[in-house]
């Protein structure tokens, strides 16, 4: 793995290299093993956060963790083209447009026990300002490249808080063109709902179910790239104790496994109905 400017990061890609990288600040890390026209995305996996934050972070640790998505790079790892979040969304939040990044306050509590100065805002905004422009390179090369493009925008979340019975899987639509993707939408549904977990956990799978897909880095895509279809992918975290802050390392692995396979086949069928 190389350590690339934003700049080198781009300029690789701009040149159809083969790569692997993170970026110089350790903010993002990207992976290309061909060029394909699906790319994966993990943005919420980090857990980094800054030494100068810790004393005025209110959130413990295992409270970030918590919002966090862990392991939603692992469930991708095999795939040709991954992009992933290093740092926290309590630093910055890569699914927010940047005037709403930096929290003030997370999940109904206070996060800074003194407000950030200009500065230290700026210096997150720059790391979300620049996975940006390496995501836009990047799609626009698979577009130019493909004529269509599909990225798995994968993420997680917590369905012991919820007081009804969630989907396992749960993908979130609201801001994509559903007359036009509705059927491979569904057959990415579909495809979800078949995988068999290990201990008996439920696979179900549903559409705005629990989220609606209002991220900004599905609403980002959409808007700049006419012909590229984002699909926000959430799995409930059965693959982990919540609250004893676990890991379920066969579960993620049975994850990884079924989307090595699910995943480019849906891709390819999606390719097949939408490229010029």
Known sequence: MYRLTVSEIISKIHAGNIFEAVASDYSFTIKIDGYVPYACAAIHDGHQFRKELWCNCIHTEYERWYEEDPETKTMIQSHPIVIAGCDSRFEY???RAP???????AWGKQLWRESLSEA????????HANFYKVAHALIETL?????FCTVYDMHSYNWKRWDREVPTWNLGTSNVDNERFGSVIEDWRHSLSEIEFPHGIKSTSKINDTFQGNGYFLKYITKNFKNTLVLATEIAKVYCDEYEQVIFSEVVKTVEEELRT????????VYNVFKA
């Open 99 to 105: 005037e709403a990044a930096v929290f003030e306050t």
């Open 262 to 269: 699910r995943i480019p086949k849906h891709a390819q069928y």
């Open 143 to 147: 577009e130019q490249k493909f004529g």
């Open 120 to 127: 230290m805002k700026a210096k997150s905004l720059r790391k």
């Open 93 to 95: 939040d890569l699914n």
